[in-house]
Structures are given as structure tokens and as C-alpha cells.
């Protein structure tokens, strides 16, 4: 079945079970006239000659039609309905107030613009959890004291990062933490599986150095490069190695300025739109490599476009000593 | 927040619709409505053309294959269901020829 979804300030979208679809006017100087049950010739001949009339009603006619176009499904509202009120844990005092900023799924499903399917598999990716049937991102404090919790076991434990035991997890942690956390944690930076009748998760070790990294740059505008990577090294858990390519997305490097910098850029608190997104980023960086500005328009690939033909559309390619360079197409102010 | 949400039933139960699709407009006779007038005749040749013969003028077309069928959703109430889908139309994009009555030749 097909849903068209929209509030009256957003365009409509019709969504089928795991498809999202732009609608769009599609205006002919023709008339649209339907004839229900009129015949083309090959039905005619199919069903034999017969010489009788046959008298057709016209339907209805129309000067245009709506046609469906496959887009990305609007999945930042997603995050921004969820970002109203992140859980921080039992002992919140704020959890006791009201749940007007809390969705269920079926209030997800009308207000959001994307099939069941990408908004299911999205709130997997936002490592959302349901908590009293409300849709929840965990605060970042206390996701990473959740995390802190278990990388703490794992090293009073001395247990290999890839084999983590969950029994003994909620055993330990389950006087500090309710045990549905301790699991959610567990399932959001790691990956569970069975052995021997146990269950096991193996752990995400880029994920833990990101968050970790993540917990160093948001309370700071910029970093010194080298200082950043030596503090960060330091704070992950012992037997985990830091590499600036788990930042991707997440952190941008300015290798032009001496020294060299570190500072927070998410790209999922940049613009949903094409255009709006390359206006974003232009205005924070003049002139871009590929390799720097791709895991920031990665998202807005779609079907049919590659990060190369995203930069051909909305950017303008030049050579700075040597290297490959975009820029905005027209000035940004 | 009021949400837009309008959902579509099943195309199950779909009948299979053609479209006229014709250039200009379409006007009743004077004094008359659009409802229930007669717009004219359908007839398909031997080869497969139809004709279309309104008033006093023939149209030829052609039978188009639809390169993504349509589907005729009619409202009922906040939901949208799918009333019959559309995979040809009758295309008459030639000028419409005047029928001139015959007129016997000199003897």
C-alpha cells in the first residue's frame, strides 16, 4: 500500500513499504481524458468481431498529473524530532516531566517523509532504543558513561575486545546501570553473536576511538593537531589504536594553517538539501579536495549520483599547487 | 501538528482504464454542459488506427504504450484509493480534418 505524507509546510512525498518518492505537477497543454473499459484495438481483436456499439462513459479529464520520482527519504527531521528530548538515564529528573517531545513509532510515521523501512533502519542507525514505547537517543554524557562502564570491564577483566561476555556485563554493571542500557550500549558499539551457547559481542573499536575523539573536540572550537592526536591516543581504552580516518565525517582537518588544527564537523547537523548542503560547506572552507569534502556529501548520494557528479553539479574544479580543488560556483557571502 | 497522512489501498482490484489524450481544448455545444454530452466517435481501422470523429471533424492517432502506467486514485475521505490503472492512451496530436460532404463531381 502507498502513503503520501507531508505537514502543510513540506511538500508531499508518497511512500510505499521501503521506498520514498518526490511528487511533482507534470502540467501538458493536452486534455487527459480516462475512458474506464475502452478497448485498443488488440483487445477488440482478442476478444472477437462483434459489430455491436459499444457506449463509453468519459471518467473525467484533466490538464496534468502527478509524477512520482525516487528520492532520498527526509530522514533529518528524524534526528531533530528525537534531539528534543535525549534520555539521560533513570536518575534524570527530566524524565519524570512530560512526554509531549516523545515518539512512538506511529507518531514517527506522521510526521516523518520516508517509507516504514528507512525510518526503521535509520533509528537503528542513530543507535535509537525504544524506553516505554517512546523512540529515544541517548544523551551523549551518558552514552558515553554507559561506554566508559563496559571499556572499564573489559580491561579489569583483561578480555579481548572482540569477545565480551553479555551474562557477565549485566552481572557487574547491573547495580550501576539498568540492564536494558547495559545491553543497548553493548548493541550499539558492538556486534553480538553466539558461541558455545553464550552470548558474545565483538566490539567496534573505530566506533569507541570516534566517540571517544568526539568527547575531546565538543567542548573546544579548535585543537591543535598534534596535541589532539596525542591526548586522544592517550584516553582511549589500552589495546585500541587512534587513526584519523575514523574521523571522517566527523572532524575536519586544516593542514594549511600552522600548526595544524583539529575542530568538530558533523555531517549530520549540516543541511538535508543539494544545494543548501554545498552552500554549508563552502562558507566554512573556501576550496575543498575531493578527498576532504566526499564524506560530507556522501549522504546525498543517491540512486543514480556519485560523489563526482554531485561535485560536477554543484562545484567548480581548480588546481592549488598541485592539487585537485573545489569551490562554490557562485560567491558565498 | 496536523499531520497529511493519506494512505492508498491495494491496486488489486484495479480496473483497467485508457486514456484520450487530445491537443486543445474540449467545448460542449452552445447551451449545453460537459456532463452527458456526447463527445463523439471511436473507431479503429483495420490496421489498428483510431479515429475519432467529434462534431463535424475526424481526428487520426495513435495507440501509445504508456512508458510508466498511471494509476486514477480517487479521495474518500483522508485516504486515497486506487481506482484503476492506465497503461495505454489514445494519442490524436494530428490536426483535425473537416468532413466535407460529398459533393458530386460535374457530370
Known sequence: SLVIRGEKDEQAVLCSKDKTYDMKIADTSNMLLCVPGCRTPEQLKADGESCDIIHAQIAGFSNNYWELRRCRPKLKKLRKLLMEDPYEGPDSAKDQASTTSRYTTEDLLNVVQASEEEIMHQLQALDACQIEGYWRILNFDYEVKLLNHVTQLIDSESWSFSKVPLNICLQELGPLEPTEMIEHILLSYGRKYTDGGEVYFEMNEDKICRTTAQMLLKNAVKFNLADFQEVWQQSVPEGLTTRLDQLKGLALMDRSSRPETISMLKVEDLPEDNQERFNSLFSIRKKWTEEDITPYIQDLCGEKQTVGALLTKYARSSMLNGVKVYNSRRPIS | ?107
Open chain 2, 1 to 107: 501538528r496536523s499531520p497529511q497522512r493519506c494512505g492508498c489501498s491495494e491496486a488489486a482490484g484495479a480496473e483497467d482504464w485508457l486514456l484520450l489524450e487530445l491537443q486543445g481544448e474540449v467545448e460542449p455545444r452552445q447551451g449545453r454542459a460537459l456532463p452527458g454530452s456526447l463527445l463523439g466517435d471511436l473507431h479503429y481501422t483495420q490496421q489498428g488506427i483510431p479515429v475519432l470523429v467529434v462534431g463535424h471533424h475526424v481526428l487520426y492517432g495513435k495507440v501509445v504504450p504508456l512508458e510508466k502506467p498511471l494509476a486514477v486514485l480517487e479521495k474518500r475521505g483522508a485516504d486515497y484509493a486506487v481506482t484503476a490503472l492506465v497503461h495505454t492512451k489514445l494519442l490524436f496530436k494530428t490536426r483535425p480534418k473537416p468532413i466535407v460532404t460529398h459533393v458530386p463531381r460535374k457530370v
